[in-house]
């Protein structure tokens, strides 16, 4: 079974920043497509924030391009989500998620990305007020 955790949510204003991170294990964070996700409400559907692949290409949905970064930090096994210039439209509960490595680790594209992962977190709750 594979584990994914997220942390670093919280509250801040508009125009702030937040770094999300997301562990995980050793072979999917090297080999894998890992993804960020949010769904803003309960109720609501989820959206594609943006995934990286196995070469480190990141790739973003359209409303988050230039403000938000995915990253890896080889050192602990651990994804990153960088968060600048918030909105308040940015409120949600973000979720890392992460395709089996039998996909080969090249992530499917914004719009479909979802379709492609099979292990989620729990999420972590993060608030931009005005």
């Known amino acids: 079974e594979v584990h994914l955790v997220e942390s670093g949510g919280g509250s801040v204003q508009t125009g702030g920043s937040l770094r999300l991170s997301c562990s995980a294990p050793?072979?999917?964070?090297?080999?894998?497509?890992i993804g960020w996700f949010r769904r803003q409400a309960p109720g609501k559907e989820r959206e594609e924030v943006g995934?990286?692949?196995?070469?480190?290409?990141?790739t973003y949905t359209d409303s988050v391009k230039g403000r938000f970064t995915i990253s890896k930090d080889a050192a602990n096994n651990t994804l990153y989500l960088q968060m600048n210039s918030l909105k308040t439209d940015d409120t949600a509960t973000y979720y890392c998620?992460?395709?089996?490595?039998?996909?080969?680790?090249?992530?499917?594209?914004?719009?479909?990305?979802?379709?492609?992962?099979?292990?989620w977190g729990k999420g972590t709750l993060v608030t931009i007020s005005s």
């Open positions: 998620a992460a395709a089996a490595l039998h996909s080969g680790g090249y992530c499917l594209p914004i719009g479909d990305l979802s379709n492609g992962m099979d292990y």
């Open positions: 050793f072979d999917i964070y090297i080999r894998g497509c």
């Open positions: 995934s990286i692949d196995r070469d480190g290409v990141a």
